[in-house]
């Protein structure tokens, strides 16, 4: 479910948003306003550890050696 963040022009409300379309307008839950600027949602961030760590024992390839198998 992509949630964004809005920070109205208008009156400076901070709020969060689900989105269902892009095409979706927004408007300020406090003012109405449709001069709302999208601002970078904690959700779409990549994690700051950069590549996912392999978890469990790795993975031989032998059938129920190993977790995936
Ligand atoms: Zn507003």
Redesign the pocket.
């Given at each position: 479910m992509p949630i964004f963040e809005y920070n109205?022009q208008?009156?400076d409300?901070h709020f969060e948003t689900i989105v269902m379309s892009a095409r979706e307008k927004i408007s300020?839950p406090?003012?109405s306003?449709k001069k709302v600027q999208k601002q970078l949602s904690v959700f779409a961030a990549p994690a700051s550890t950069g590549d996912p760590a392999p978890s469990g024992p790795v993975c031989t390839g032998t059938p129920q050696t190993c977790g995936c198998h």
């Open positions: 109205c208008s009156c409300q300020c406090k003012c306003s």
